[in-house]
T-cell receptor, first 115, second 111 residues
Framework: ETGVTQSPTHLIKTRGQQVTLRCSSQ?????VSWYQQALGQGPQFIFQ???????GRGNFPPRFSGLQFPNYSSELNVNALELDDSALYLC??????????????FGAGSRLTVL | GESVGLHLPTLSVQEGDNSIINCAYS??????FIWYKQESGKGPQFIID?????DKRQGQRVTVLLNKTVKHLSLQIAATQPGDSAVYFC??????????FGPGTRLSVLP
């Protein structure tokens, strides 16, 4: 059973640019969530996808968008990058049966630095 | 709005002692809580969970206590080891909605 994998692990962008982060969910998991974790803080919920549709969103502007694909992999897109977007972006997946329906399994994250 | 906070941002304990990490939550409607451990350079890792209809749950060397009256959650780690050094987050879920994480407590284990 593979875990949650994210790419890239690190990247540097400049203000105004766009970025796409990718995530492969754990096998058998059909729900994926994205979190932003600023340095020294807890993860903040961005949005969640279930069967390719967004079914929950946190307090993030529309320039944060996502996709979930039929194989349950996912992308996070951020347009018009700002300095405050510098953070660790975490992808998490969960299933819909038993304990897997509750517990989020996290990837190691993508560290984004905006200059 | 929902929020989850921690009483102490840092905690230092001697190796072999017990650790207690506290968490206050504000949403009385939250039905499920999880403690996560995050080591440097890694994503959060599940430690233990508890539903709102329980007040205590035990795992291997860890115990979670839930006091719904004062909206307080704690994580107890028995015989703390160097490998327990990490940042610990509590997270609450409001009836199937997203998880809200606290700011975290950094646990340092002293030799």
């Amino acid at each position: 059973e593979t875990g949650v994998t994210q790419s890239p692990t690190h990247l540097i962008k400049t203000r105004g640019q766009q970025v796409t982060l990718r995530c492969s969910s754990q096998s058998g998991h059909n729900t994926v969530s994205w979190y932003q974790q600023a340095l020294g803080q807890g993860p903040q919920f961005i949005f969640q996808y279930y069967r390719e549709e967004e079914n929950g969103r946190g307090n993030f502007p529309p320039r944060f968008s996502g996709l979930q694909f039929p194989n349950y992999s996912s992308e996070l897109n951020v347009n018009a990058l700002e300095l405050d977007d510098s953070a660790l972006y975490l992808c998490a997946s969960k299933g819909d049966r038993g304990s897997g329906a509750n517990v989020l399994t996290f990837g190691a994250g993508s560290r984004l630095t905006v200059l | 709005g929902e929020s989850v906070g921690l009483h102490l941002p840092t905690l230092s304990v001697q190796e072999g002692d017990n650790s207690i990490i506290n968490c206050a939550y504000s949403n009385s409607a939250s039905d499920y809580f999880i403690w996560y451990k995050q080591e440097s350079g890694k994503g959060p890792q599940f430690i233990i969970d508890i539903r709102s209809n329980m007040d205590k749950r035990q795992g291997q060397r860890v115990t979670v206590l839930l006091n719904k009256t004062v909206k307080h959650l704690s994580l107890q780690i028995a015989a703390t080891q160097p490998g327990d050094s990490a940042v610990y987050f509590c997270a609450e879920r409001n009836y199937g909605q997203n998880f809200v994480f606290g700011p975290g407590t950094r646990l340092s284990v002293l030799p």
